[in-house]
Structure formats: C-alpha cells, structure tokens
C-alpha cells in the first residue's frame, strides 16, 4: 500500500518574531524555537529590565537563557530551503494580481517591496539584499515598486531614457540625443524634473490660492444662505404673529358683536316676556268672569240672577293688550349689513396692502458674489474716478493735480466753514460715494515719505472728531516704513511685510470685504477685512507729521 503523503504546516517552521523561514534556529527553555538573531535582537531590545520572555506564550525567565540550537529543526529547514522554500511562504509574501511581482523570483513570485531605476527590475525583500550591502548597487536609485519600469526603455535603442528634450518636449536616451534630437535643447531628465517641480509648486501654490478663495467664496455663499433663510424665517414668524393679532383682534370684535346682539336678544327677549305674562293674567282672569257668567246663565232663579248680573256688571270692563304689535328688530337687523359693508372694506384694504406686500417679499437681493481679481489688469476693470472733497480737508491740507492730490502745508489754507469739515489729524473724504465694487490706489511721498492713512470710512465720520480707525465708523490702513499697522475701533492690528509707497485698495460692499494691496504685477495682499458695511462709504486719507508730505488718488484710466 502506498504511503501517505505527510502535509507539513509552515508555519511549523516559521519564526513568530520574523514571520519567515526559521534560520539558525535556537529553542528557548519554554520549548518554542526562532531565528537566532530573532530571538538576541527582542531580548536586546525589548527587555532592559533584566526580565526575559517567550514572545509567544509569555514565559518570563528571571536569567537570561542559554540560546541552544535545535538540530532537528535546523536540519529540516535547511532542506527546505534547498527544496524550494517557497512553498511555505504566507499567502502575504506572494505576488496577487493586483501587486507589482519580484523579477528575479522564479515559480510563484513574491511581491516587490522597491524598483530600480537603473536595473530597471523590481525586487522582493530576499533579492533586493545586495543593493544594501553591494556598493556599486548602492548608488542605484530604489523607488516604490512600479509596473510602469519599462516605460523608461527607448523603444527604438533600448537603452535608459534619462534624458530630456525639450525642444520636443519628451524623454530620450543617449543614443537618441546624438541621432533624431541632434542640435535640439537637451538636458538630463533630472535637471528637468528639478524645473519642472518648480513649476509644479507654483501652481500647486495658485491651486492652493484658489481653494482657499474658494474657501472663503463658499464661507461668504453660505452667509448669504444663512441670511436669506434667517430673513425668511423671521419674515414667516412675523407674518404669523401679525396675522394672528389680527385675527385674534377680528375675533375679539367678533365675540363682542356677538355679545351685543346676544344681550340685545335677552333685552327683547325680556321684554316680549313681561308683555306675555301680563296677557296671561288678562287671559286667566277673562276666563275665570266668562266661567262665572256661564253659571249665571244657569241660574233658574229670576230674582237671583237679576242681582247676581247687577252686581257683576257694577265691576269695571277688563281691559287687554290687544294693542300690541310685533315689529321688526332694527338693531340686530342692522348688523349684517355693516359687517358685510365690513367685510367688503378689509377685502380691499388686504387687496391693496397684498400688493405692496408681495413686492416687498418679491424684491430680495440675492447678492452673487464675484471672486476677487488676481492681476492688476483685473483690478483695474473696478477702478473708479475718485477725487477728493474740499468741504472735509483739514485746514492744512493744500489740494491739487484736480483735488486727487493733498500736501500737508504749515499754514492754514482758506477753506470756507463746513460743517462736514474734519478737523483732526491732517485727514479728507472723497467727494465720490464709493460703489459697490471699486479699486483705486494711493501713492505718498514728499521729503520725509513717512507714509499715510489709507482708509475708508462713512460721511459722518467728523461726527466722532477722531482719527481714522479710532471709531467704528472707518477702517485705516497706516503705511509707513517697517511699521504697518491696521485700525478699527481703536484695535491695532500689526501687519509684517516689506517697504511699499502705493497701495491698492479693492472695496466688494455686497460681499462686506475690504482689501488692501502692494501694488504690482502680482499684487500682494497685504491686509483683507470681512464686515458688514450699513451706509454708504467714501475713500480717505490721513497724512503724518512731517510738513511738504504728500498722498496721492492716483488717475488709473
């Protein structure tokens, strides 16, 4: 009879520590075996107490143990290992379809753990040893594995493609820079790729600009969505309440006709009752002489019945309400008529009032908001002719160059009195509202060149009679030499950056922003505000101390 054929379990002859083919293995007083170096590197590592254990059941050893070779174990493992090993392996180790497979491994694969560029072969764990310890493989560039490693290969030289022309703007080989791409623009793959990741980087920087402006839209588009569902919502509530007020006031008035007609119904009522019981009684009565005069009229006695008529009839005749009469009744007839008439007048009073109404609901400004502009050239398509109001300078401010330009002079100039006139601090408004999205810049200079105030503020801002951004009824940006500053509300917000002398500044009312721009191709932000803006807003600008300084509206168009 044929022998049985024996099923061996590897993982009999795994390492628990490695998960791999035993290798010099050593057993443990615990009776478990591993990997000699396994089994020195986890007690190395892993115990510097002094306390030594089994990694699979735990066992603790209070003394380092003896590493003993297990002959039977090694001898086993070392015929399998000339056998093919490979039939022992894990599922885990081996190459599915989905993974990129060992090119040196021959049968069934294992899964490749790098690829190289230069072999242009991927290797398992086992096979890609000598690129560690070999030290001409140890220059070769290992990257992730990769199915695409022959993509690398010239189709028409076979040799690596690690060149790049950018004339034609593809990979080539050696062979193919001295032949087909001769006298082309040609440079190593690598200095390339070095350029073209900066490239990469810039615009995964405007990409980044853009999600975050994104962002920020989608923040603001959801404001708009709160506040048209809050202004929805609290028109829905008003209407409810105000509708039911005037419902519950028309069945109040209602409940008080009602009242009336019901007590005037029970005054009628009452006297109609009175009238009926004084009838009854003359009715009783009336019957009660009839009954009386029909015994007489039985009475056989002659003599008796004379007597007993005169003296009946010696009693006054009864009188009765025959008079009475039943008309109509005008009070709770007159009702209907005037709550129809009523009726009819609130009819066209809601008639009337439902039109203006519906217009009012109807005329919502939904308000789409337009992404801010990039380049200058896009800034410039908002700019707006702005000049500035001669009724708000200060009386050191002389004007010109079209009142688009203020000099700060030591003598008072001959403005007229104004009630608009801002008299603190060397400040003026524009003469121009600003419009709903607009750009302008401002340039200064002079002598000193300390810089300015650029800001934009609401017309009755000389009420508060304090300098720009110290109030809540104007935002001021103060430029000048490493000291820039934001204020609002007296709140000074630093601001780092470089030295600049103009300043773009980009107004986006409906969208409640407010930014503020070095002026140049690219257009640095250097200060953005997100507010509610309730009046309308006029530019402004402030001058420091220094006399013979100037700022400027520059004319953009």
Request: net charge negative; glycine share 4%.
């Amino acid at each position: 009879m044929a022998q049985k054929e024996v099923q061996l379990d590897p993982e009999s002859f795994s390492c628990s520590v490695c998960l791999d083919l035993l290798k010099d293995p050593v057993m443990i007083p615990c009776g478990h075996s591993y990997c000699l170096k396994c089994i020195k590197n986890f007690w190395d590592e892993k115990n510097k107490k002094g306390i030594y254990n089994c990694p699979q059941c735990r066992q603790t050893f209070t003394t380092r143990p003896a590493l003993v070779k297990n002959i039977m174990l090694a001898g086993l493992t070392e015929q399998l290992e000339l056998t093919g090993h490979r039939a022992f392996l894990t599922e885990q180790s081996c190459a599915g379809p989905e993974d990129v497979a060992c090119d040196i491994c021959t049968g069934r694969k294992l899964k490749a753990i790098k690829s190289c560029l230069m072999c242009l072969v991927s290797y398992c764990d086992q096979h890609l040893q000598p690129h560690y310890d070999v030290a001409q493989l140890k220059k070769h560039q290992l990257v992730q594995p990769s199915k695409q490693l022959h993509d690398n290969i010239c189709s028409h030289h076979d040799e690596v493609r690690k060149m790049f022309c950018r004339t034609d703007q593809q990979t080539i080989c050696y062979v193919c820079m001295v032949d087909e791409h001769k006298g082309h623009d040609v440079v190593s793959a690598a200095a390339e790729r070095k350029e073209k990741q900066k490239d990469l980087e810039v615009k995964r920087g405007e990409m980044h600009q853009t999600m975050e402006d994104g962002e920020r839209d989608m923040k603001l588009l959801q404001q708009e969505v709160d506040a048209i569902n809050d202004c929805a919502n609290k028109a829905v509530e008003n209407n409810d309440r105000i509708f039911s007020e005037v419902m519950r006031l028309i069945e109040k008035r209602g409940c008080e006709v009602k009242q009336q007609i019901r007590s005037q119904q029970e005054s009628e009522l009452s006297r109609v009752r009175d009238l009926q019981e004084k009838l009854q009684q003359e009715i009783s009565e009336l019957k009660r002489k009839d009954a009386e005069l029909e015994q007489l009229s039985h009475t056989e006695d002659h003599n008796q019945f004379l007597q007993q008529y005169l003296l009946m009839s010696a009693f006054n005749e009864t009188k009765h309400s025959s008079s009475i009469v039943v008309g109509p009744l005008r009070y709770i007839e007159d009702v209907t008529p005037n709550l129809s008439k009523l009726r009819d007048e609130l009819q066209d009073i809601l008639k009337e009032k439902w039109t203006n109404i519906s217009l009012k609901v109807t005329d919502v400004d939904v308000v789409l908001l337009e992404p801010e502009p990039r380049t200058r050239d896009d800034f410039l398509r908002y700019s707006q002719e702005i000049t500035l109001d001669p009724n708000t300078a200060h009386m050191n401010l002389l004007l010109s160059e079209g009142n688009r330009k203020v000099t700060l002079m030591i003598q008072s100039q001959f403005y007229p009195d104004h009630p608009e006139r801002l008299s603190v601090k060397f400040q003026i408004l524009s003469k121009q509202s600003l419009s709903q999205r607009c750009y302008w810049e401002v340039q200064w200079g002079g002598q000193a060149g300390r810089g300015s105030y650029v800001a934009v503020a609401y017309k009755d801002v000389y009420k508060k009679n304090s300098v720009f951004g110290q109030n809540d009824k104007s935002w001021s940006l103060f430029c000048c030499p490493n000291n820039h500053q934001f204020w609002y509300n007296s709140i000074r917000t630093a601001i780092p950056g470089s030295e600049f002398s103009r300043v773009g500044v980009y107004l986006d009312q409906p969208a409640g922003a407010l930014s503020f721009y070095n002026v140049s191709e690219t257009m640095t932000l250097i200060h953005r505000v997100q507010t509610s803006f309730t009046q309308p807003l006029y530019a402004g600008i402030q001058l420091w101390f220094s006399i013979g300084d100037t700022a400027e509206i520059c004319k953009l168009k």
